[in-house]
């Protein structure tokens, strides 16, 4: 059978064979350390669990409004009033399955065939694969590691052509953790206004922030910003709800109205009872969800980077914010003898059992991410693992 053309342009993921190797490994009964976790390693605070289950005892698991229950996008406009000092109507905002579901509602409803939007790499791997299946473009923008790994105005200006519809921002970031402050979102935002390019910031991990910076939401710096961007945010990180798959946007609501539509005849609406839960999560504190798990992250955080940064070969820009580490390990992959990183990453899964994802995914073939979303234990005896991996094959 002929396979639609849009699935065609799909790139399979680069940690397919990482993932299915280490999966085969530990059924072996090896002791395999994951290094690609993408979600907290706690569970769903209590009062959160309390919540869905009274949701449940009251008879909330119907059918709710496609773009998310009244009380649920109240709490959302509360969040963004105390967090981010900005003000929304219930019209401009929707609950989407996951932020991952709101950034493809967004794409189906914004582009048409051909329509180009811009994508700093390193990129989390689902904004191309998006774009694709809307029929857009993806234009990869090389954010350069000695920029910590930032889209600067001048590259953006550059990437800018009459079919651009759009750029990516992501801060903090998945992969690298970076973050932007309020001046360099200021000139991107500029940029874009004088293009008439639309902003989609992704603030996912908006709470998990290690350094003294805060995060700015682009959209709070003017009114012109806030009119031409698209947030898209939700509970997976910050309150460790990965499975709950709550998620939302919020946008000026000619963009925000067909994004309802589309969700309509999709997933006809976000579960009832993790939208009871989500409430439960932000009625409880918006501006602080999980202040231990963020000195937990933060702890793990400065240990793996100094080990890390003691391997030879290695080097590892530090991240503010998200919990991966993005380090260069092309110098090490040099001088252990191979081809590529993706080859460095399957030989040590191999010999030392330690699982990472290659850069190839994020288009940075020269890095390598690790998840520390894992005990202390395990990533001590991860970083113990790669530097004899490296030191043996020297």
Known sequence: MELANRVKTLTPSATLAI???????????????GLGAGEPDFNTPDYILEAAQEAMKNGFTKYTPSGGIPELKQAILNKFEQDNKLSYNTDEVIVTTGAKHALFTLFQVLLNKGDEVI???????????????????????????????????????????????????????NPTGMMYNKQELEELGNVCLE??????????????????DEHVSIASISDQLKANTVIVNGVSK?????????GYAAGPSEIIKPMTSLASHSTSNPTSIAQYAALAAYEKS??????????????????????????????????KGAFYL???????V?????????????????????????G???????????????????LRDAAGRIERFVLNHQ
């Not at 989390?124 to 694709?132: D, I, N």
């Not at 000695?146 to 990516?168: G, H, S, W, Y």
């Not at 995914?361 to 894992?374: C, K, T």
């Open 238 to 246: 910050s309150h460790s709800m990965t499975g709950w798959r709550i």
């Open 286 to 319: 918006a501006s602080d969800p999980n202040e231990e798990m963020r000195n937990i992250f933060s702890e793990r955080l400065e240990i793996l980077y100094g080990l890390l940064n003691e391997i030879p070969g290695v080097s590892c820009v530090k991240p």
């Open 195 to 212: 293009n008439n390019v639309l902003i989609v910031s992704d603030e996912i991990y908006e709470k998990l922030i290690y350094s003294e």
């Open 19 to 33: 993932t299915a190797k280490a999966k085969e490994l530990k059924n072996q009964g090896y002791d395999v350390i």
């Open 326 to 332: 993005f380090p260069n390990v092309q110098e090490a």
């Open 360 to 378: 190839t995914g994020f288009g940075a073939p020269e890095n390598v991410r690790l998840s520390y979303a894992i005990s202390l234990d395990a």
């Open 334 to 358: 040099n001088q252990n003898g191979f081809n590529s990183v993706d080859e460095w990453a399957k030989a040590l899964l191999e010999e030392e059992k330690v699982a990472l994802v290659p």
């Open 119 to 173: 994508v700093p790499s390193p990129y989390w791997v689902s904004y191309p694969e998006q774009v694709k299946l809307a029929e857009g473009k993806p234009v990869y923008v090389n954010a350069k590691e000695e920029n910590d790994f930032k889209l600067t105005p001048e590259q953006l200006r550059a990437a800018i052509t009459e079919k651009t519809k759009a750029v990516v921002i992501n801060s903090p970031s």
